[in-house]
C-alpha cells in the first residue's frame, strides 16, 4: 500500500518538487511544499489557484569560496521535524543540516517554519560555524585612497542563499511572469530606489533595498504576499543573483573600451593603469567587472571603479574590463541571505526571512498583515509615543532644506524673535521649531556664535519659548579632541571612505559603535534635561553612516549596536527621534527603537524636484511599522520674494494636502509675512493640533494591479470616528474614507467594498463630499450618492503637461446610517465633518456621533480655547432608506464655539 501511494504522489507533484512533497504548511492558503530528502528542486509555494507561484534552489555559502548543493560541494548531513513556540507564537519546523566539502568542514543549518496563528512563513538560515575566512566582499586595499559613491551598493547580492527562487528574466516562470507584479521600496528616504512593476523587471534589492511584495494582476482583491527580514535586518539581504556573481575563479579581464558599466558599485580607488584595475578586480571575490578613468581624465584621473554586474554598459571614455559578462537572458535567481561585505561573523549567526501571504485581499491587506507580524513579534509599542509626540501631532516651524530661511539664509537670535513674532501676531500657533544643521559646528553639538552667542536658552526665550527639534547627522576628525577638553572624556571616532558627494569627495565620523550610548547620552544631556525647551532630535544623512564607514558596514553587529545605543540614549529624555535619509534596514531595525516615531518618505523640498509628491508607496512600508512618515517642509504661498531659490512655488495647496495625509509631521517653511492663514487652518485647529486621517494616504490597490488602465494615481487613506447609532447600548466604529485623485484625465468609477481599504460592507451605503466644493457645500447640494448601485466617480481633468502642474481633489466618503426623525420616521444621514478642513471628519476633532436618540444628533467636538467650529451633514430629503442615483440629499451645517477648555457640542435636529 505504501509503494502504491508514494507512486501516486509522484506522479501527482508538479516537476518543481521531483523528490516528494513530505513536509507541507498552509498559510492563507498558500501550500509551501518541501522534500525530506532535497533533490535539483526540493521546495516551492503554490498559490491559492493551484500555480507554482515561488520555486525553490538549493541553498549556497559563500566563505572563502562559494559551496553549493546543486554542485554537491554542500552536502545534506540530516533533517528533522520539530514543533515548538517563539516571539511569533506557535510553528511547525523542518530543517535541514548541511556541511561543506572543506577540511574542516563547515556547517549551515537552513529551516522552514510554518506559524498557523499567524499564517505566515519564515526561512531560517544558521551557521553552526560562523565564518572567519573572508565572505563575499573584499576591502579595497587600506592604503589606497579609496573613493565610495554614496549611491554604491544599490544591489548586492548576498553571500548565501536561502531561500533561493529561480527568476529567469525571459518570464518563464510566474515570479518573473507578465501574470506577477511586484513592489519595493529602498533607498535613500527609503524613497528614491521605490519600484513597482510587473516581472520583476526593474526589481533593485540589495543592502539599499526593502521589502519586497508579490501580486496578481488584473483584478483589486488580489492573492499578494510580502518577504522581508524577520529580524537582524542589517545583515539579512534580498537581491536578484546573476550568473556572474556566484564565480569562483577570477579569470581573464576582457576588455570593454569607451564603455562604462553604470552603477553596480563595489567602491574605487585611484590606480596607474587599466592594469592595476583588473588586478584588483581579481583579488575581490564579488567583482566581475570594471571601469577605469584614463589618468588624463578631467575629473577621475586614474580612477578605478569595482562592479559586481556588467548590466548597464553605457558609452563612455572610460576603459572597462570584465571577468565575467552577464547576458540579458542569463539564469538568474531572487536570493536572501547574508550582506556581502561582512568579512567575517561568528559562530550561531542566524539569519530569518518572513513570508507573509493574504489570499484574494490585495496589496494594501498584505502590507498591513505584514506589518503586524513584525511589530508584535519585536513587541513594538510606538502608538503610546506617537499620540503624545509633539513632532507628529502639532504644527511646526521648520528651516531645513527647502525651507525660506535655510542654511544659505539662516536665522540668527534676533530675526528668529521677529519671525516667531510675525506668526504669534497672526495666532498661528507654531508648537515648535526645527533647527537645521546651520545651528553648530560640525565637529561638535554647540550652538554656533556667530548666529547664537548667548546659547539656545535665549533663542528659547526669544522666540516666545516654543521647545526646539535639534538636527545631528556625523562628527568630524576634530570631535575627538573637542569633547575630550571640553568634557575631559575619550570618544572615539571612525572615519569613512573618502566618498563622493555631488562629486565633491569627503570624509565623515561617526563614534565608536560601543560608545554610541555614553556618547549620545553626554551630548543630549546638554540640552534635554530642560524637558519644556526640546522636544526631538533628527539624525540624518543616516545612508551614508550605515554604507561608507567600514567599522560599521564591515563588522558584523555594529550597526545595531550604534543606532541601538543611539536610541536609547535618546529615550533617557523623554524626547522622539526622527531618521532623515534613512535606509530600509534602519526603518526595519527601529521595531526595536520604539523612541523612533517618524522618519522622512520623501526628497528634501527644492522647488524643481518634481518627484517628490510619490510618496504613498514608502508610506505604506512606514505605516505597517507604526512609522510616521514626514514628507518635509512646506510652503503655504506660491510667491515669497526674497527666498533663496528664486523661484515661485506650484501647487502649494497640494503639496500641504500631501503633506497633511501622511499623518505625520506637518512643518511650514515660509518667510515672515508670507503665511496663508486659509490653507495653513484647513490642516489644524487653532491649538496648533494636526486635524488628520486614521492612516496615511497609500496607492489604492489598483495603483499595483492595475496601473497601466488608470488615467492619473489614486490614493487612500480613511478615519475611524467613535459612532453611538440607534438601537445599540454603546458606541461602535465607522470608517470615513478619503480618496486623493491626482492628473485622473478620463472618469474612475470606484466600488467602495471592491476597490477600498479596509473593504466595507457590500450594503454599506457613503455619501461623498469634494475638497473642490467645499464652498459650494455650504449653500447648495453639493454630494454625491456612493452605494453597491453607484459608485465613486473620479475625475479631475488632465495635467496641463507643464512641469509642477497637477489637476487633483480629495473626496471624503462619509457613511450613512438610518435615524429617527420628529415626525417618527427615519431618514438617511451621514456626517460630512468640517467644510473648510481638509481631512473633513479627523478622530483629533471628533470625539464621538451620537445619533442614539430620536429627533436629531449630536457630535461631541474637541479643539483650541473658544474656537468657532462648523460642522455639516447630508440627509436625505425623501423617505427612501437606500442610497440610489435618485436620492435626494439636503445639506445642513451648524455651528458652536468651544468652550474655554476646548470641548463643545453641534447639534442637529431633523
Not at 207 to 229: E, H, I, K, T, W
Given at each position: 500500500?505504501?509503494?502504491?501511494?508514494?507512486?501516486?504522489?509522484?506522479?501527482?507533484?508538479?516537476?518543481?518538487?521531483?523528490?516528494g512533497?513530505?513536509?507541507?504548511?498552509?498559510?492563507?492558503?498558500?501550500?509551501?511544499?518541501?522534500?525530506?530528502?532535497?533533490?535539483?528542486?526540493?521546495?516551492?509555494?503554490?498559490?491559492?489557484?493551484?500555480?507554482?507561484?515561488?520555486?525553490?534552489?538549493?541553498?549556497?555559502?559563500?566563505?572563502?569560496?562559494?559551496?553549493?548543493?546543486?554542485?554537491?560541494?554542500?552536502?545534506?548531513?540530516?533533517?528533522?521535524?520539530?514543533?515548538?513556540?517563539?516571539?511569533?507564537?506557535?510553528?511547525?519546523?523542518?530543517?535541514?543540516?548541511?556541511?561543506?566539502?572543506?577540511?574542516?568542514p563547515?556547517?549551515?543549518?537552513t529551516?522552514f517554519?510554518?506559524?498557523?496563528?499567524?499564517?505566515?512563513?519564515?526561512?531560517?538560515?544558521?551557521?553552526?560555524d560562523?565564518?572567519?575566512?573572508?565572505?563575499?566582499?573584499?576591502?579595497?586595499?587600506?592604503?589606497?585612497?579609496?573613493?565610495?559613491?554614496?549611491?554604491?551598493?544599490?544591489?548586492?547580492?548576498p553571500?548565501s542563499?536561502?531561500?533561493?527562487w529561480?527568476?529567469?528574466?525571459?518570464?518563464?516562470?510566474?515570479?518573473?511572469?507578465?501574470?506577477?507584479?511586484?513592489?519595493?521600496?529602498?533607498?535613500?528616504?527609503?524613497?528614491?530606489?521605490?519600484?513597482?512593476?510587473?516581472?520583476?523587471?526593474?526589481?533593485q534589492?540589495?543592502?539599499?533595498?526593502?521589502?519586497?511584495?508579490?501580486?496578481?494582476?488584473?483584478?483589486?482583491?488580489?492573492?499578494?504576499?510580502?518577504?522581508?527580514?524577520?529580524?537582524?535586518?542589517?545583515?539579512?539581504?534580498?537581491?536578484?543573483?546573476?550568473?556572474?556573481?556566484?564565480?569562483?575563479?577570477?579569470?581573464?579581464?576582457?576588455?570593454?573600451?569607451?564603455?562604462?558599466?553604470?552603477?553596480?558599485?563595489?567602491?574605487?580607488?585611484?590606480?596607474?593603469?587599466?592594469?592595476?584595475?583588473?588586478?584588483?578586480?581579481?583579488?575581490?571575490?564579488?567583482?566581475?567587472?570594471?571601469?577605469?578613468?584614463?589618468?588624463?581624465?578631467?575629473?577621475?584621473?586614474?580612477?578605478?571603479?569595482l562592479?559586481?554586474?556588467?548590466?548597464?554598459?553605457?558609452?563612455?571614455?572610460?576603459?572597462?574590463?570584465?571577468?565575467?559578462?552577464?547576458?540579458?537572458?542569463?539564469?538568474?535567481?531572487?536570493?536572501?541571505?547574508?550582506?556581502?561585505?561582512?568579512?567575517?561573523?561568528?559562530?550561531?549567526?542566524?539569519?530569518?526571512?518572513?513570508?507573509?501571504?493574504?489570499?484574494?485581499?490585495?496589496?494594501?491587506?498584505?502590507?498591513?498583515?505584514?506589518?503586524?507580524?513584525l511589530?508584535?513579534?519585536?513587541?513594538?509599542?510606538?502608538?503610546?509615543?506617537?499620540?503624545?509626540?509633539?513632532?507628529?501631532?502639532?504644527?511646526?516651524?521648520?528651516?531645513?532644506?527647502?525651507?525660506?530661511?535655510?542654511?544659505?539664509?539662516?536665522?540668527?537670535?534676533?530675526?528668529?524673535?521677529?519671525?516667531?513674532?510675525?506668526?504669534?501676531?497672526?495666532?498661528?500657533?507654531?508648537?515648535?521649531?526645527?533647527?537645521?544643521p546651520?545651528?553648530?559646528?560640525?565637529?561638535?553639538?554647540?550652538?554656533?556664535?556667530?548666529?547664537?552667542?548667548?546659547?539656545?536658552?535665549?533663542?528659547?526665550?526669544?522666540i516666545?519659548?516654543?521647545?526646539?527639534?535639534?538636527?545631528?547627522n556625523?562628527?568630524?576628525?576634530r570631535s575627538?579632541?573637542?569633547?575630550?577638553?571640553?568634557?575631559?572624556?575619550?570618544?572615539?571616532?571612525?572615519?569613512?571612505?573618502?566618498?563622493?558627494?555631488?562629486?565633491?569627495?569627503?570624509?565623515?565620523?561617526?563614534?565608536?559603535?560601543?560608545q554610541?550610548?555614553?556618547?549620545?547620552?553626554?551630548?543630549?544631556?546638554?540640552?534635554?534635561?530642560?524637558?519644556?525647551?526640546?522636544?526631538?532630535?533628527?539624525?540624518?544623512?543616516?545612508?551614508?553612516?550605515?554604507?561608507?564607514?567600514?567599522?560599521?558596514?564591515?563588522?558584523?553587529?555594529?550597526?545595531?549596536?550604534?543606532?541601538s545605543?543611539?536610541?536609547r540614549?535618546?529615550?533617557?529624555?523623554?524626547?522622539?527621534?526622527?531618521?532623515?535619509?534613512?535606509?530600509?534596514?534602519?526603518?526595519?531595525?527601529s521595531?526595536?527603537?520604539?523612541?523612533?516615531?517618524?522618519?522622512?518618505?520623501?526628497?528634501?523640498?527644492?522647488?524643481?524636484?518634481?518627484?517628490r509628491?510619490?510618496?504613498?508607496?514608502?508610506?505604506?512600508?512606514?505605516?505597517?511599522?507604526?512609522?510616521?512618515?514626514?514628507?518635509?517642509?512646506?510652503?503655504?504661498?506660491?510667491?515669497?520674494?526674497?527666498?533663496?531659490?528664486?523661484?515661485?512655488?506650484t501647487?502649494?495647496?497640494?503639496?500641504?494636502?500631501?503633506?497633511?495625509?501622511?499623518?505625520?509631521?506637518?512643518?511650514?517653511?515660509?518667510?515672515?509675512?508670507?503665511?496663508?492663514?486659509?490653507?495653513?487652518?484647513?490642516?489644524c485647529?487653532?491649538?496648533?493640533?494636526?486635524?488628520?486621517?486614521?492612516?496615511?494616504?497609500?496607492?489604492?490597490?489598483?495603483?499595483?494591479?492595475?496601473?497601466?488602465?488608470?488615467?492619473?494615481?489614486?490614493?487612500?487613506?480613511?478615519?475611524v470616528?467613535?459612532?453611538?447609532?440607534?438601537?445599540?447600548?454603546?458606541?461602535?466604529?465607522?470608517?470615513?474614507l478619503?480618496?486623493?485623485?491626482?492628473?485622473?484625465?478620463?472618469?474612475?468609477?470606484?466600488?467602495?467594498?471592491?476597490?477600498?481599504?479596509?473593504?466595507?460592507?457590500?450594503?454599506?451605503?457613503?455619501?461623498?463630499?469634494?475638497?473642490?466644493?467645499?464652498?459650494?457645500?455650504?449653500?447648495?447640494?453639493?454630494?454625491?450618492?456612493?452605494?453597491?448601485?453607484?459608485?465613486?466617480?473620479?475625475?479631475?481633468?488632465?495635467?496641463?503637461?507643464?512641469?509642477?502642474?497637477?489637476?487633483?481633489?480629495?473626496?471624503?466618503?462619509?457613511?450613512?446610517?438610518?435615524?429617527?426623525?420628529?415626525?417618527?420616521?427615519?431618514?438617511?444621514?451621514?456626517?460630512?465633518g468640517?467644510?473648510?478642513k481638509?481631512?473633513?471628519?479627523?478622530?483629533?476633532?471628533?470625539?464621538?456621533?451620537?445619533?442614539?436618540?430620536?429627533?436629531?444628533?449630536?457630535?461631541?467636538?474637541?479643539?483650541?480655547?473658544?474656537?468657532?467650529?462648523?460642522?455639516?451633514?447630508?440627509?436625505?430629503?425623501?423617505?427612501?432608506?437606500?442610497?440610489?442615483?435618485?436620492?435626494?440629499?439636503?445639506?445642513?451645517?451648524?455651528?458652536?464655539?468651544?468652550?474655554?477648555?476646548?470641548?463643545?457640542?453641534?447639534?442637529?435636529?431633523?
Amino acid at each position: 500500500r505504501s509503494m502504491v501511494l508514494l507512486l501516486v504522489l509522484l506522479l501527482l507533484a508538479p516537476p518543481s518538487l521531483c523528490a516528494g512533497a513530505d513536509w507541507t504548511f498552509v498559510a492563507a492558503n498558500f501550500t509551501l511544499r518541501a522534500a525530506l530528502e532535497p533533490g535539483p528542486a526540493f521546495y516551492d509555494l503554490v498559490g491559492p489557484d493551484g500555480s507554482v507561484w515561488l520555486e525553490g534552489e538549493a541553498p549556497a555559502l559563500h566563505c572563502g569560496r562559494w559551496y553549493d548543493a546543486a554542485d554537491g560541494s554542500l552536502r545534506l548531513a540530516h533533517s528533522a521535524q520539530s514543533e515548538g513556540t517563539d516571539a511569533g507564537g506557535r510553528f511547525r519546523r523542518l530543517e535541514w543540516a548541511w556541511e561543506t566539502l572543506a577540511t574542516p568542514p563547515l556547517r549551515l543549518v537552513t529551516a522552514f517554519l510554518g506559524y498557523p496563528e499567524s499564517q505566515a512563513l519564515v526561512f531560517e538560515t544558521a551557521f553552526p560555524d560562523g565564518c572567519a575566512q573572508g565572505a563575499n566582499f573584499t576591502a579595497l586595499p587600506s592604503n589606497a585612497s579609496s573613493v565610495l559613491p554614496d549611491t554604491a551598493h544599490a544591489g548586492l547580492t548576498p553571500s548565501s542563499e536561502f531561500p533561493s527562487w529561480r527568476a529567469p528574466a525571459n518570464g518563464s516562470v510566474r515570479l518573473t511572469s507578465p501574470q506577477m507584479g511586484f513592489a519595493t521600496t529602498g533607498g535613500v528616504m527609503t524613497y528614491d530606489l521605490a519600484t513597482e512593476g510587473v516581472g520583476l523587471k526593474g526589481y533593485q534589492g540589495g543592502v539599499r533595498g526593502g521589502p519586497l511584495m508579490l501580486y496578481g494582476m488584473n483584478a483589486s482583491r488580489v492573492d499578494a504576499l510580502v518577504m522581508s527580514s524577520w529580524d537582524n535586518f542589517f545583515h539579512g539581504v534580498q537581491g536578484l543573483r546573476t550568473t556572474c556573481s556566484r564565480h569562483n575563479n577570477p579569470g581573464t579581464c576582457k576588455p570593454f573600451d569607451h564603455t562604462d558599466f553604470m552603477g553596480n558599485d563595489l567602491g574605487s580607488t585611484q590606480t596607474q593603469s587599466y592594469a592595476e584595475c583588473c588586478a584588483l578586480c581579481q583579488a575581490a571575490p564579488m567583482c566581475t567587472a570594471f571601469s577605469w578613468a584614463d589618468v588624463n581624465d578631467t575629473y577621475f584621473p586614474g580612477h578605478c571603479w569595482l562592479k559586481y554586474s556588467t548590466l548597464g554598459a553605457t558609452a563612455s571614455a572610460h576603459h572597462s574590463g570584465a571577468l565575467c559578462v552577464d547576458k540579458p537572458n542569463d539564469h538568474r535567481s531572487l536570493v536572501y541571505g547574508m550582506q556581502p561585505f561582512i568579512p567575517s561573523y561568528p559562530a550561531n549567526t542566524r539569519l530569518r526571512l518572513l513570508l507573509s501571504p493574504v489570499s484574494q485581499a490585495g496589496p494594501t491587506a498584505a502590507i498591513d498583515k505584514w506589518g503586524k507580524i513584525l511589530t508584535a513579534v519585536h513587541n513594538t509599542t510606538r502608538s503610546p509615543t506617537l499620540q503624545s509626540d509633539i513632532v507628529t501631532t502639532k504644527l511646526g516651524y521648520w528651516t531645513d532644506n527647502g525651507a525660506f530661511y535655510d542654511g544659505e539664509n539662516p536665522l540668527n537670535t534676533s530675526s528668529f524673535a521677529k519671525v516667531m513674532a510675525s506668526f504669534h501676531a497672526l495666532n498661528i500657533p507654531i508648537k515648535y521649531v526645527q533647527l537645521d544643521p546651520y545651528w553648530y559646528n560640525e565637529g561638535g553639538w554647540f550652538p554656533r556664535p556667530d548666529l547664537y552667542p548667548s546659547g539656545l536658552a535665549d533663542l528659547y526665550a526669544a522666540i516666545g519659548k516654543v521647545p526646539l527639534l535639534l538636527y545631528h547627522n556625523f562628527w568630524s576628525s576634530r570631535s575627538h579632541l573637542i569633547y575630550q577638553e571640553r568634557d575631559h572624556v575619550d570618544f572615539d571616532f571612525v572615519p569613512s571612505y573618502v566618498f563622493l558627494a555631488s562629486q565633491h569627495p569627503r570624509t565623515i565620523y561617526q563614534v565608536q559603535p560601543e560608545q554610541a550610548e555614553p556618547f549620545y547620552t553626554q551630548i543630549l544631556s546638554d540640552y534635554f534635561v530642560n524637558k519644556s525647551m526640546y522636544v526631538a532630535t533628527e539624525v540624518d544623512f543616516s545612508n551614508w553612516q550605515i554604507h561608507t564607514i567600514p567599522a560599521l558596514a564591515q563588522v558584523y553587529g555594529a550597526l545595531d549596536q550604534l543606532w541601538s545605543g543611539m536610541a536609547r540614549a535618546t529615550a533617557k529624555f523623554d524626547v522622539s527621534l526622527q531618521y532623515c535619509m534613512s535606509l530600509p534596514s534602519l526603518l526595519l531595525a527601529s521595531l526595536d527603537y520604539p523612541v523612533v516615531t517618524n522618519a522622512r518618505a520623501s526628497p528634501d523640498n527644492f522647488p524643481t524636484d518634481e518627484r517628490r509628491w510619490r510618496i504613498g508607496y514608502t508610506s505604506m512600508f512606514m505605516w505597517a511599522l507604526q512609522l510616521a512618515p514626514f514628507a518635509d517642509n512646506v510652503w503655504t504661498s506660491a510667491v515669497e520674494p526674497g527666498n533663496p531659490y528664486h523661484v515661485n512655488r506650484t501647487h502649494v495647496e497640494l503639496q500641504v494636502l500631501l503633506s497633511l495625509l501622511t499623518c505625520g509631521p506637518l512643518g511650514i517653511s515660509d518667510g515672515m509675512g508670507f503665511v496663508n492663514r486659509t490653507l495653513l487652518f484647513s490642516t489644524c485647529d487653532t491649538n496648533g493640533t494636526l486635524l488628520h486621517a486614521s492612516k496615511p494616504a497609500t496607492p489604492l490597490d489598483l495603483m499595483y494591479t492595475q496601473r497601466a488602465g488608470l488615467p492619473g494615481d489614486l490614493w487612500q487613506s480613511h478615519s475611524v470616528l467613535p459612532v453611538h447609532l440607534p438601537a445599540q447600548p454603546a458606541p461602535t466604529t465607522l470608517h470615513w474614507l478619503h480618496v486623493l485623485a491626482m492628473d485622473v484625465a478620463d472618469h474612475v468609477a470606484l466600488d467602495p467594498a471592491q476597490h477600498l481599504w479596509p473593504p466595507v460592507e457590500p450594503a454599506q451605503s457613503f455619501v461623498a463630499m469634494r475638497w473642490s466644493q467645499r464652498t459650494a457645500c455650504m449653500a447648495a447640494p453639493c454630494v454625491q450618492e456612493v452605494g453597491p448601485t453607484a459608485p465613486l466617480q473620479v475625475h479631475t481633468g488632465a495635467p496641463s503637461g507643464q512641469p509642477g502642474h497637477h489637476t487633483y481633489d480629495l473626496y471624503t466618503l462619509a457613511p450613512a446610517v438610518s435615524v429617527p426623525t420628529t415626525a417618527g420616521p427615519a431618514t438617511r444621514v451621514a456626517l460630512l465633518g468640517e467644510p473648510d478642513k481638509m481631512v473633513s471628519a479627523s478622530p483629533q476633532r471628533i470625539q464621538l456621533w451620537d445619533c442614539s436618540s430620536g429627533g436629531g444628533m449630536s457630535v461631541q467636538v474637541r479643539g483650541g480655547s473658544a474656537e468657532p467650529v462648523t460642522l455639516c451633514v447630508a440627509w436625505a430629503a425623501d423617505s427612501n432608506h437606500t442610497i440610489t442615483t435618485t436620492t435626494k440629499w439636503t445639506v445642513l451645517c451648524n455651528s458652536v464655539v468651544l468652550s474655554a477648555q476646548g470641548d463643545g457640542v453641534v447639534k442637529f435636529v431633523f
